[in-house]
């Protein structure tokens, strides 16, 4: 699985690095860095969740 991130709807609100922080990142502007883009384990997990949880739907899993 890959995590994409959609820099440009990403509204810098965060919720993705309060929900795994290893996999999330901010840059100064707020906006989304992936930090680890292929999660493996429990972390597709995290992953799934943040992609649930952004407000913005900046964030997709997909399959490799
Ligand atoms: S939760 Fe979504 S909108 Fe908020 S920083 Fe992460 S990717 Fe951006």
Redesign the pocket.
């Known amino acids: 699985m890959r995590i994409v991130?959609?820099?440009d709807?990403?509204?810098?609100?965060?919720?993705?690095?309060?929900?795994d922080p290893d996999l999330?990142d901010?840059d100064d502007d707020?906006?989304?860095v992936v930090l680890a883009g292929s999660p493996e384990g429990e972390k597709v997990d995290s992953a799934r969740e943040?992609v649930k949880?952004?407000?913005?739907?900046?964030?997709s899993l997909v399959a490799d």
């Open positions: 991130a959609d820099t709807v990403c509204i810098g609100a965060g919720q993705c690095v309060l929900t999330f901010q707020g906006t989304v943040a949880l952004c407000p913005s739907q900046a964030l």
